[in-house]
């Protein structure tokens, strides 16, 4: 994770989470919008120290930059492998608060760069994220649940290590 955090140039001592959707903004409803505002709100209100923030995706959440405790890193659309294998190196953890997905590519491949995830439990995630094995699926909208969930992960290295280790077996 350091090596692909500094090719990034983001701080290599600062956990990492990563969100990506073709679109970034509210008017996105499906692939995380408010939703993903609110959980972020919820995380900036609980945290005591920074945590950077990956975007990957075209448009902007200009709210984002009034959580004080994210570091936000927008990578814009990303049109190569390359550059999202990347990305999903440089991630400790994956955010997807999907309303819709059936069977969400992007959480393979965090999966297959050891990049543990966190979605509610929508259509295929949770035939990809084994919950408490490789990251966490939490009922449909339980903010509650979504947050405290990516803060043990965040902040609790051995088992963030763990469940990274699970994503590639």
Request: hydrophobic share 35%; glycine share 6%; with cysteine.
């Amino acid at each position: 994770k350091s090596p692909a955090k500094h090719k990034l140039g983001l701080p290599s001592d600062v956990p990492t989470i990563m969100f990506s959707s073709h679109s970034i903004d509210k008017k996105n409803p499906w692939k995380g919008g408010n939703d993903l505002l609110e959980i972020l709100r919820r995380m900036n209100n609980h945290a005591t120290e920074k945590i950077n923030f990956i975007v990957v995706g075209e448009g902007r959440l200009t709210e984002l930059y009034s959580f004080s405790n994210f570091n936000i890193f927008y990578k814009g659309y990303i049109h190569n492998d390359e550059e999202m294998k990347d990305c999903l190196n440089a991630s400790d953890l994956f955010i997807y608060p999907t309303r819709a997905d059936n069977l969400p590519n992007v959480l393979v491949e965090a999966m297959a760069c050891g990049t543990p995830c966190i979605s509610f439990d929508i259509g295929g995630n949770s035939e990809i994220i084994k919950s408490g094995y490789n990251g966490f699926i939490m009922q449909p909208f339980d903010f509650d649940s979504f947050v405290e969930n990516t803060r043990t992960l965040l902040f609790n290295k051995s088992k963030l290590m763990e469940f990274s280790r699970n994503c590639v077996l």
